[in-house]
Nanobody, 123 residues
């Protein structure tokens, strides 16, 4: 079992920055695929950034160059640094984990989810 707890969401003006954190427990963190997803009202959950167990990262086109995914294996924590935020980044952000080395973009593949943290960007 993997338990995930997100923090760090909030309200910010366009152009601002936020850093999300996801504390993981219950499994060997360094061996997990870790991912950030988001879901805006009325929209499907979409992948934002993923990090494979070897540290390989992939980003959605919409956030590439603005968001950075990283992790601290010693602290069992995943991060998402978000900069140059736009109103369209407003969503509930979720941390997800999969017991694979490689990461998938499809949300349905992930069995472990955090409770989510709200990010609101005003224009």
């Amino acid at each position: 079992q993997v338990e995930l707890v997100e923090s760090g969401g909030g309200s910010v003006q366009a152009g601002g920055s936020l850093r999300l954190s996801c504390a993981a427990s219950g499994y060997a963190f360094s061996s997990l695929c870790m991912a950030w997803f988001r879901q805006a009202p009325g929209k499907e959950r979409e992948g934002v950034a993923v990090m494979a167990s070897d540290g390989t990262t992939t980003y959605a086109v919409s956030v590439k160059g603005r968001f950075t995914i990283s992790k601290d294996n010693a602290e069992n924590t995943l991060y998402l640094q978000m900069s140059s935020l736009k109103p369209e980044d407003t969503a509930m952000y979720y941390c997800a984990a999969g017991k694979w080395g490689y990461c998938y973009w499809q949300a349905y593949r992930y069995n472990y989810w955090g409770q989510g943290t709200q990010v609101t960007v005003s224009s």
